[in-house]
């Protein structure tokens, strides 16, 4: 099972295990307390594509081409892929506050 989640919620046993696919660290989040099992930065978009894109719907679709096509065959793909056989539950934490326009998202809809 994969679900996504904000990292500012609050972890729980039914998150599993808590990859957060962020570039960025997300920001009032201690590393100590955000129970967060791996931090798979490469799978996040790349700056150029995050900045493009900047959390504007109306690009989304065109956000979601363009983030498969820089992830498709990447290690960190495979990583992520290797992780949701070895594990039962594996939530993608995000920092960003739309939670319909994110990558976690995007990521979501390509595993499916």
Known sequence: MIKIKRIYEPASK??????????????????????????????????????WFNHEPEKWKQFITRYRKEISSSDAMKELKADLREHKTVTLLFGAKDEEHNQAQALLEFLK
């Open 14 to 51: 039914a998150d599993g295990y808590r990859v957060l696919v962020d570039r960025l660290w997300p920001r009032g989040i201690k590393k100590e307390n955000a129970r967060v099992d791996k931090w798979l930065k490469d799978i996040a978009p790349t700056t150029g594509l995050r900045k």
